[in-house]
């Protein structure tokens, strides 16, 4: 007898896991879109933004584009990302009318490289982009914020880079590593992903000891005897079929995992907000005066005699 899918009891619970089947029917209809649609990317990355735009507070702003540094050398631009999430009340337009959108790196809290699958030349390509990215020379300062007690002072960092994808071709926990791992190998650390999240097998990062380390949601279940726990299967199936949903499957050792997409999309939620929340910018400061070259700031004054 297969487990009967657990559900909440206590009122928190229960508000989440009815929003969480909101998300797994919006992605669900986005796995619709891949399938039939060529413009299958800019739909999947439309999809993203508005969520993130109905979920993330309003201080934050939502584009695509390029990134420079103060610099003005071609080589420091960070190739087009599919999201940048950008500081909404200090992000002065140091170019208008510039078709694809320019950022100063300064303003830019995260960049996200949105994939509909992805594959071992996809993964390479998405951590050059999010390395591309960190490289950027940000302006160095110290930023005081004011805390419950007094204030505390924080050094401005570089922009969060994150890969998200909805499928993989990689079947196995095992195999995903080992390609993420040969992805970032000659990747300095502090230019890697803060993130690789797959939304039909986990969320990627780094471990402690600088090692890839996945984490899986599975579905919870419920079997005959009320235990309750993430449910497995031997079954070889492409997809686990209950309560009218297909739910994906990961391989980790001899075992699949069943995978619920909405737990593992409320998952990158709770990373991404705490990255944005460590994330520090530059401000009360004229990127002007950093970013237009010293020989061009040249003049020449007369006073009134």
């Known amino acids: 007898m297969e487990p009967i899918i657990f559900k909440a009891t206590d009122r928190v619970s229960k508000h989440y896991k009815r929003r969480v089947a909101q998300i797994l029917s919006r992605f669900e209809d986005i796995r619709e879109l891949i399938e039939h649609q060529t413009s299958k990317g800019t739909r999947v990355e439309k999809e993203i933004r508005q969520f993130l735009i109905d979920f993330l507070p309003e201080m934050y702003e939502y584009s695509s584009g390029i990134v420079i540094d103060n610099s003005g050398s071609e080589c420091d631009k960070s190739k087009q990302e599919d999201i940048l999430i950008i500081d909404k009340f200090f992000n002065p337009k140091l170019f208008i009318d510039e078709e694809p959108s320019i950022y100063p790196v300064d303003v830019i809290y995260c960049g996200i490289e949105v ?96 090692k890839p380390i996945i984490e899986i949601f599975g579905l919870i279940g419920q079997d005959k005897d009320g235990n309750i726990g993430e449910i497995t299967t031997k079954s070889t199936d492409l997809y686990y079929q209950s309560g009218g949903h297909n739910y994906p499957k990961i391989l980790v050792n001899d075992n699949y995992i069943i995978v619920d997409p909405s737990r593992i999309m409320l998952g990158f939620l709770q990373y991404l907000i705490d990255l944005l929340l460590k994330k520090v910018i530059i401000s009360k400061t004229n990127l002007l005066n950093h970013y237009i070259p010293e020989q061009m700031n040249k003049r020449i004054s007369f006073e009134l005699q």
């Not at 160095?140 to 401005?156: A, H, L, R």
């Open 115 to 210: 994939k509909t699958s992805i594959n071992e030349t996809e993964l390479s390509t998405a951590v050059k982009n999010i390395e591309s990215l960190k490289k950027l020379k940000f302006i160095k300062d110290k930023v005081t914020s004011n805390i419950s007690n007094g204030f505390t002072v924080s050094d401005t960092n570089s922009p969060i880079g994150i890969i998200f994808a909805f499928d993989t071709t990689f079947k196995s926990s095992t195999t995903l590593l080992n390609h993420y791992n040969k992805a970032i190998a000659d990747i300095a650390l502090e230019h890697r992903p803060n993130l690789l999240c797959i939304l039909n097998r986990g969320i990627i990062g780094i471990s402690q000891n600088n």
